[in-house]
């Protein structure tokens, strides 16, 4: 069974940094790109980044470009999104999904999803 | 990037109704287009991927359609359990971005 769990987030202050963490089990972690999706308070889904199998490859929504960096570790079966320089805007739910695509492989698409951690940015 | 908008944002409908949600690319993407239904408490859920194909486990009552920059989600006849809040996104580009959403509700 395809598990996605994420940790580490918490309450932080404006100007600081989080580490967020995405274990993944249930499949072969190193043959999915994967990213991180956010929904906050009474708005819809953002996308916010994400990254190939092999981390060879990122993408960032202009939101977080430059403040947030994902990164994964193969080894540990593990997906992380360092947040710094924090803002109230990025309050939310966090969320880890699998990057799939069809049998073609033309197509991608975002599967599984983890339940998410919750950031709070406030003073 | 690429922006997303679905209408309407949100909807009511009865139980057995047709229902349509519609979403359009700032720019073609081709069938590069997925649909997720997503209800409280609980995670986005795939419906549909590449505009039209449905994902295993959907319901058929669920379709898509379109392509380059005019997409539809259609439910044939609503279920109890449908209502929720629908998103589109295009992963026409690895810099994905969803639709604003659209909340269907119970008339």
């Known amino acids: 069974e395809v598990q996605l769990v994420e940790s580490g987030g918490g309450v932080i202050r404006p100007g600081g940094s989080l580490r967020l963490s995405c274990a993944a089990s249930g499949f072969t972690f190193d043959d999915y790109g994967m990213n991180w999706v956010r929904q906050a308070p009474g708005k819809g889904l953002e996308w916010v980044s994400g990254i190939s199998w092999n981390g060879g490859t990122t993408d960032y929504a202009d939101s977080v470009k430059g403040r947030f960096t994902i990164s994964r570790d193969n080894a540990k079966k593990s997906l992380y999104l360092q947040m710094n320089s924090l803002r109230a805007e990025d309050t939310a739910l966090y969320h880890c999904?699998?990057?799939?695509?069809?049998?073609?492989?033309?197509?991608?698409?975002?599967?599984?999803w983890g339940q998410g951690t919750v950031v709070t940015v406030s003073s | 990037d690429i922006q997303m908008t679905q209408s309407p944002s949100s909807l009511s409908a009865s139980v057995g109704d047709r229902v349509t949600i519609t979403c359009r690319a700032s720019?073609?993407?081709?069938?590069?287009l997925n649909w997720y239904q997503r209800k409280p408490g609980t995670v986005p859920k795939l419906l549909i991927y590449a505009a039209s194909s449905l994902q295993s486990g959907v319901p058929s009552r669920f379709s898509g359609g379109g392509s380059g920059t005019d997409f539809t989600l259609t439910i044939s006849s609503l279920q109890p359990e449908d209502f929720a809040t629908y998103y589109c996104?295009?992963?026409?580009?690895?810099?994905?971005?969803f639709g604003q959403g659209t909340k269907l509700e119970i008339k």
């Open positions: 996104q295009q992963s026409y580009r690895t810099v994905f971005t």
């Open positions: 999904a699998r990057r799939a695509h069809d049998g073609n492989g033309f197509y991608y698409f975002l599967d599984f």
């Open positions: 720019q073609s993407i081709s069938s590069y």
